[in-house]
């Protein structure tokens, strides 16, 4: 690794940012405009049909965000005529060839000026429609990489992927690529197009027999998880961005590639404010259910370690693995972006903080009160003991009023839909959180911790571009920065 000024090395440099309206993209793009507006030109691809649509979508989910309020106050009016000569909008959709950009001119001058292509893009949601998640997930990964391949200045592809692709193991994980057709349970071999193939089918199949919407919904939803676990994966998410992995390993021929895989990211920790996020991600589904006082159990390990990351901490180790890896030939590593190696922390620890936040400091209501939080929850050790609960507390009232309204003429029916439809809710959402609440694997970070080391004794601004989590004192994090901003973002 060679390392110069990062803000030197991002000078005059052209960078297409596939996803600028997640969560990730927009701290990189962020940054950038920030403190180095001397870059040449961010193009940023949007999922629009056409200019004025993806133009919109930039103002509207992008800059419009309190997350570029400092870079207003740095550049002031400026910003604006910063953001006229730099930023390239891009309307197109990574899930089709050439990334959906109908503008051949457009197309042809991005092909010409490119050096770096980092894909953010991606459906995030453990269990969306399947057809949807691998349009994106997977074969968005293989479209960026081709579009990647024509440009004639490229130094560098950069995927974002997640580190759970690595499924529910235990010990330590290890920094390792995916080949094509690999699966986690060994049970077969993974075939990537006869899954197209199997998703085309499944559909024209509902539409021919007229199914609704709803239906279809339901049934890709239904057939991602069944795909999922079939080859050891536990969600449709983590399984398309593992295919996606594949595809990118499998036809990156002589394309340099870094692949970042981050944990479960959260709250900015520093820059350009701490506490900015969006979206309630992975943790922060118990953060809002706990908050507004929805939530009066865990079904958790609480020895498990918790691997959490910063946004603003990812996005620096994205833009360091850049200045690092750029004109390397045929480099292809992976960096587990985490904590649990260099400052792990516990699920004790976070159903400790939570407890102590929100009973200090009580989220206000739509009624202007303060919700009251349990603070002393009830704890399910395992799945098993969740289930025996459910079966014990609900179930027999269930059949009470299923019996009720056989007897007086449907009169119960409201609440036996109600009370049946909440549990069958809860047993969804802990089936799908439960490889996260019971993982007990570690992400090696090696290769992070030598890009580290390398950076720290060759850069001068790692100030500017912090990647070492060992500084991080999670109470102090929790408490003053992730969950004021969850209240105040997420809320």
Not at 323 to 332: E, L, R, T
Request: glycine share 6%; hydrophobic share 45%.
């Amino acid at each position: 690794m060679e390392f110069g000024s990062i803000l030197q090395f991002l000078e005059n440099k052209t960078i297409l940012v596939t996803g600028v309206t997640g969560f990730l993209a927009k701290i990189f793009v962020e940054k950038i405009l920030r403190v180095q507006p001397n870059v040449k030109k961010l193009y940023l691809l949007l999922r629009a049909a056409d200019g004025t649509s993806a133009s919109l979508r930039f103002q509207n989910e992008v800059i419009g965000k309190d997350l570029f309020r400092v870079a207003k106050e740095k550049w002031g009016v400026n910003l604006n005529s910063i953001i006229a000569k730099k930023i390239g909008i891009v309307p197109g959709d990574v899930r089709y060839e050439d990334l959906g950009i109908k503008d051949s001119y457009l197309r042809e001058e991005m092909i010409n000026e490119l050096d770096i292509v980092l894909n953010f893009a991606a459906t995030t949601n453990f269990d969306e429609r399947y057809d949807i998640s691998f349009g994106t997930n997977t074969i968005g990964a293989k479209n960026v990489l081709c579009f990647a391949k024509n440009c004639i200045k490229l130094k560098l592809l950069v995927h974002i992927s997640t580190a759970y692709v690595c499924g529910d193991n235990s010990g330590l994980i290890s920094e390792n690529p995916y080949f094509l057709g690999q699966t986690l349970n060994g049970v077969s071999k993974l075939d990537i197009e006869e899954e197209k193939k199997l998703i085309d089918e499944k559909i024209n199949e509902l539409q021919a027999e007229g199914a609704p919407e709803t239906i279809i919904k339901r049934s890709m939803k239904d057939m991602g998880i069944e795909r999922a676990k079939t080859f050891g994966w536990p969600n449709t998410y983590v399984f398309t961005k593992a295919m996606g992995e594949m595809l990118v390993g499998h036809l990156k021929e002589n394309v340099p590639v870094v692949i970042i895989r981050p944990t479960m990211v959260t709250a900015t920790c520093k820059e350009p404010f701490p506490g900015w996020i969006e979206g309630a991600r992975t943790v922060d589904a118990l953060t809002l259910a706990y908050g507004k006082g929805k939530l009066t159990f865990f079904v958790v390990d609480l020895s498990a370690v918790v691997d959490v990351i910063p946004g603003d901490m990812v996005v620096n180790a994205i833009i360091v693995a850049m200045v690092a890896h750029a004109n390397q030939p045929c480099i292809d590593i992976i960096y587990h972006v985490g904590s649990s190696v260099r400052n792990p922390m516990r699920y004790s620890n976070f159903k400790d903080f939570l407890a102590r936040y929100f009973t200090t400091k009580p989220w206000i209501g739509k009624k202007g009160k303060p919700v009251k939080v349990v603070s002393k929850t009830t704890i399910f050790e395992s799945i098993a003991e969740f289930h025996r609960f459910i079966r014990i507390r609900y179930l027999p009232l269930l059949k009470v009023l299923k019996l009720a309204n056989t007897i007086f003429c449907q009169r119960f029916q409201g609440t036996y839909s109600n009370l049946n439809r909440r549990i069958k809710l809860v047993l969804r959402i802990v089936e799908l959180y439960q490889p996260y609440l019971f993982f007990h694997g570690i992400f090696d970070n090696s290769n992070l911790d030598k890009l580290r080391i390398a950076a720290e004794k060759n850069c001068v601004e790692m100030d500017i571009f912090f990647i070492d989590p060992k500084f991080i004192h999670w109470d102090d994090y929790f408490l003053k920065t992730h969950f004021p901003g969850v209240v105040e973002y997420v809320f």
